[in-house]
T-cell receptor, first 110, second 119 residues
Framework: AQRVTQPEKLLSVFKGAPVELKCNYSYSGSPELFWYVQYSRQRLQLLLRHISRESIKGFTADLNKGETSFHLKKPFAQEEDSAMYYCALSGNNAGNMLTFGGGTRLMVKP | GAVVSQHPSRVICKSGTSVKIECRSLDFQATTMFWYRQFPKQSLMLMATSNEGSKATYEQGVEKDKFLINHASLTLSTLTVTSAHPEDSSFYIC???????????????FGDGTRLSIL
């Protein structure tokens, strides 16, 4: 079985502060990990995925297989980063099926 | 690119009515479409996976006779909530992923969701 855990439902930081949204997963095979973001009143959008190893909007995430984590980080938060963030996992035999974490609401205060 | 259109965005209807929700991929061929349900302040829960031209695969606990899914073409999947009751009120979201040699190259693209309210 595959599981994704986001321990924080809400994370509140001040503008310019570093941000780390935690994500831990459980999967016996080789997973593919994603971060999706949902801004207010907008659809869910892909933010980044571990295989691309790129930085989007200043966010990065590194897959740590030893700790089974895929934490999302940004060195300096901006107010426009305020949104709901979902970590998701796709197994290597799941045909693109995603398992989502519970989500973390990020609030960046001015 | 990779736009998914979901319609309608909001439905309010009486108990016992059947409601159809459409999910279209506008600029790519969606070999696989997914239907999710999201309760307030909760994460997305996968209901079913549908592949074009074949029967949908339902997740445990999802009644296939209640939630009819049709994926007749590479750009359209429909979810019909049959004889809807108040407990079916929820936010339903579809997503689509396209053809590719490897699943890892095809992330899911989401629709805007449909808020269903059964009176």
């Amino acid at each position: 079985a595959q599981r994704v855990t986001q321990p924080e439902k809400l994370l509140s930081v001040f503008k310019g502060a570093p941000v780390e949204l935690k994500c831990n997963y459980s999967y016996s095979g080789s997973p593919e990990l994603f971060w999706y973001v949902q801004y207010s009143r907008q659809r869910l959008q892909l933010l980044l995925r571990h295989i691309s190893r790129e930085s989007i909007k200043g966010f990065t995430a590194d897959l740590n297989k030893g700790e089974t984590s895929f934490h999302l980080k940004k060195p300096f938060a901006q107010e426009e980063d305020s949104a709901m963030y979902y970590c998701a996992l796709s197994g290597n035999n799941a045909g693109n099926m995603l398992t989502f974490g519970g989500g973390t609401r990020l609030m960046v205060k001015p | 690119g990779a736009v998914v259109s979901q319609h309608p965005s909001r439905v309010i209807c009486k108990s016992g009515t059947s409601v159809k929700i459409e999910c279209r991929s506008l600029d790519f061929q969606a070999t696989t479409m997914f239907w999710y349900r999201q309760f307030p302040k909760q994460s997305l829960m996968l209901m079913a996976t549908s592949n074009e031209g074949s029967k949908a695969t339902y997740e445990q606990g999802v009644e296939k006779d209640k939630f009819l899914i049709n994926h007749a073409s590479l750009t359209l999947s429909t979810l019909t909530v049959t004889s809807a009751h108040p407990e079916d009120s929820s936010f339903y979201i579809c997503s689509a992923s396209g053809a590719g040699q490897s699943y890892s190259n095809q992330p899911q693209h989401f629709g805007d969701g449909t808020r269903l309210s059964i009176l």
